[in-house]
Nanobody, 128 residues
Framework: QLQHVESGGGLVQPGGSLTLSCTAS????????IGWFRQAPGKEREGVSC????????YYTDSVKGRFTISRDNANNTMYLQMNSLKPEDTAVYYC?????????????????????WGQGTQVTVSS
């Protein structure tokens, strides 16, 4: 399972930064493709970013490119999402997820239904 540990708090002003992290237990995260997803009220869950396990390729949804960075720390079995220049439209519940092995391409990597393991989600609110 993925235990979601948030750092930096859930409420941030526009333009601020926040780092989310998830630590895996029961499996070794570096053999997995990892992803971050979010779901705003009344909307479907969408892929925000992912990192392919074998190539190290990273993918982002267009709205967060240049602002968000996905990474992993294999030594600590932990994945991160660094979020900068946050906007009110980034407000959502954020989820970490992992898929054993590789996913074929950007579309597959950002598709929530391809992931087997999920964190419980954490609220991120961007508001002044």
């Amino acid at each position: 399972q993925l235990q979601h540990v948030e750092s930096g708090g859930g409420l941030v002003q526009p333009g601020g930064s926040l780092t989310l992290s998830c630590t895996a237990s029961g499996f070794t995260l570096n053999y997995f493709t990892i992803g971050w997803f979010r779901q705003a009220p009344g909307k479907e869950r969408e892929g925000v970013s992912c990192l392919s396990y074998n190539t190290g390729s990273t993918y982002y949804t267009d709205s967060v490119k240049g602002r968000f960075t996905i990474s992993r720390d294999n030594a600590n079995n932990t994945m991160y999402l660094q979020m900068n220049s946050l906007k009110p439209e980034d407000t959502a519940v954020y989820y970490c997820a992992a898929h054993p092995g590789r996913l074929a391409n950007r579309l597959g990597c950002l598709r929530p239904t391809n992931y087997n393991y999920w964190g419980q989600g954490t609220q991120v609110t961007v508001s002044s």
